[in-house]
């Protein structure tokens, strides 16, 4: 078995921000982990923690929403805790000339994860002069948005990677474009568009072969659509589903219980299964010890990688040559904050198709260029295109909030003070994906008519940049939030958050939740409901396999809920069991966020101090909406 020294030695990386997914493990083991290299990581992540909760508004409590500092003297406070930030400042450029649209709606969308194709500005090359948005008053009717479009494709799966199809230039080109992107070798492995990531995951469960290898493992600290399809197709072809559980508070995997799953007593030379390990997670930005992967293929397991809660840049860190999974799957949107639709990305491991059965797939899609995507050509709109976040539950505006464009709604240590003017060690090897990409795949693809503008921008980023600038502004919020209290004796804190909190190598995505000052929660979709009329789009989840150790048994029945879903089958006890969880509120960090985006979210729940803000707010929207106002 693999020790974490010899994973390190093998990954092509070195800098601290990358390799920390190796080193933040519990999980027991009987070789003995090297001290020095542990020990240089851990205290260099302990020290960022130290230093972002000791220096952000240090010794401070706000009660009062129009206490909070303004956003000027916010972010003369914040750069001077991460004086680093100003080195980001490449991205405020990027995000002011193509993402332009974000100031003109004064919207602040903070309900995406995941990577975008297209940056906004190529919509003024590819729509009529006319149609370019100019004003705050464009709404975007996404349909009118070009590029390309998607085709359903029937057939098997294995079928289709044994014989293969006819790409058209345009999709191939794509196919190469987003592989060079992700650092995927087509000697490696065999890409296939699905039309989201649900599809993906049902794609892979409808032709793998759980007759044989019956058992589906998944590690989700939330509940995820397209993880349900695929224990629910998995299910009806025999296979036997599990998943692992997380433990509260702080909803670390339970390590002893998942190894204890992955080490079943089965001859390991015979497959047991597949195992679904996403990197990270997509709701509370936990980040998983990729060390599991290395675990489960030693014990005889196939391994699905769900990469969709990565950062654009962070396969270039992944290792994918030192883990070699068998199933990959990511998905991309089309524009940033204009339109998420999109399309999923399966990789097959060429070795691994022996593992799939010749059945009939639903999911597969071909792209489509759209001819206006082709100068010179007259302008069609893209009708057929659909959305990668399935998991992002609409809620119907006219229950409560008043007029406003479309958009997408739901589904990513303490201590002494220390020097605040950190700064992360360099590795040369990182350093040099900093420099713009110029690739053949990329040629291709503007040769074909279409240009890829974000992917070009995050390649042009780099790593580096793009994470420090994510870690600095998600780390300042959770720090705010934590802040805030209500203004009564007992100094009811207003947020609970999820999952880790202040930490180094955390996701840009944050769970959390609001509490009156009674401690009675805030349901989450009123929560997002008010932030939407605030122009601000977050989103909401279901936390659940949530495991209490005894000393928080008499907090589980406090904390745990139902979900209440409407069902016309007889439910299983599993099923029950999944049910039972934690609504929270959500928020996730795109490339281009900047400090308003994260200081007008923590301005808005603060706003919750005010014990009389929800009823104020539902008046407010009664009175806009009704025909008179009697007074």
Not at 597 to 604: E, G, N, Q, S
Request: net charge positive; proline share 5%; hydrophobic share 35%.
């Amino acid at each position: 078995m693999q020790t974490l020294n010899e994973v390190s030695q093998k990954c092509p990386q070195c800098c601290c921000s990358c390799t920390t997914p190796f080193f933040n493990s519990t999980i027991s083991s009987h070789n003995t982990t090297p001290p020095k290299l542990r020990n240089s990581s851990a205290e260099w992540r302990h020290s960022f923690a130290v230093t972002t909760t000791s220096s952000i508004f240090p010794n401070t409590q706000f009660t009062n929403h129009e206490s909070l500092p303004s956003l000027h003297e916010s972010f003369n406070e914040f750069t001077k805790v991460f004086p680093q930030y100003s080195d980001t400042e490449q991205v405020d450029y990027v995000r002011a000339k193509d993402y332009f649209h974000l100031s003109l709606s004064n919207q602040t969308c903070l309900d995406y994860i995941g990577i975008g194709l297209f940056c906004y500005s190529q919509l003024q090359h590819q729509l009529p002069s006319s149609s370019v948005p100019q004003t705050p008053q464009f709404q975007p009717n996404y349909s009118d948005i070009p590029f390309f479009s998607i085709h359903s494709k029937t057939g098997s799966l294995k079928t289709l990677l044994l014989h293969g199809g006819q790409d058209s230039e345009f999709e191939g080109a794509m196919r190469k474009r987003i592989m060079s992107f992700l650092n995927i070798s087509e000697n490696d492995y065999f890409m296939v568009f699905t039309a989201n990531r649900t599809s993906a995951f049902k794609l892979v469960a409808d032709s793998y072969q759980f007759q044989t290898s019956r058992r589906l493992l998944t590690v989700y600290d939330y509940e995820s659509e397209a993880a349900e399809a695929m224990v629910s197709s998995s299910e009806k072809r025999g296979a036997r589903a599990m998943s692992a559980e997380f433990s509260w508070p702080r909803l670390r995997i339970q390590s002893k219980k998942l190894r204890k799953m992955i080490e079943s007593r089965r001859k390991k030379k015979k497959r047991k299964g597949l195992f679904v390990f996403p990197l990270g997670s997509r709701v509370t930005g936990a980040r998983y010890p990729y060390l599991w992967m290395s675990i489960a293929q030693e014990n005889g397991w196939h391994v699905l990688v769900d990469a969709c809660a990565l950062g654009p840049k962070d396969m270039d860190c992944f290792g994918l040559s030192l883990f070699q999974p068998d199933f990959l799957i990511c998905s991309f949107y089309k524009v940033f904050g204009a339109n998420p639709s999109g399309f999923g990305c399966l990789f097959i491991k060429k070795s691994a198709i022996s593992s799939l059965e010749s059945s009939p797939s639903a999911g597969i899609v071909n792209l489509v260029q759209d001819s206006s995507s082709v100068p010179d050509l007259e302008l069609i709109h893209n009708t057929t295109s659909t959305s990668p976040h399935e998991e992002k539950k609409p809620f119907p505006l006219s229950s409560f909030s008043g007029p406003m464009q479309s958009k997408q709604s739901e589904v990513v240590e303490e201590g002494e003070p220390t020097d605040t003017n950190l700064k992360a060690p360099q590795c040369s090897e990182i350093e040099e994906m900093q420099e713009p990409v110029q690739t053949l795949e990329k040629s291709n693809v503007q040769e074909s008519g279409i240009q890829c503008g974000c992917l070009d921008q995050v390649d042009s980023l780099g790593l580096i940049l793009i994470t420090n600038r994510s870690r600095y502004l998600i780390n300042w919020l959770v720090n705010s939030m934590l802040k805030l209290k209500h203004p009564n004796t007992q100094g009811v804190p207003l947020v609970k958050i999820y999952g880790p909190k202040v930490k180094f190598d955390r996701g840009p995505a944050l769970a959390f939740n609001i509490f009156d000052w009674k401690g009675e929660r805030v349901e989450p979709v009123l929560v997002q409901k008010l932030a939407d009329r605030s122009n601000i789009s977050i989103s909401y989840a279901f936390l659940h396999h949530i495991w209490f150790a005894d000393k928080y048994a008499e907090e589980k029945g406090k904390v745990l809920q139902t979900k209440v879903v409407t069902t016309t089958t007889t439910t299983t006890n599993k099923k029950k069991k999944d049910r039972v969880g934690i609504s929270v509120v959500t928020a996730a960090l795109g490339f281009i966020a900047n400090f308003e985006d994260v200081y007008k979210l923590w301005a808005f729940v603060a706003r919750f101090l005010d014990a009389d803000f929800v009823e104020k707010e539902r008046w407010r929207y009664l009175a806009i909406n009704q025909k008179t106002i009697e007074v």
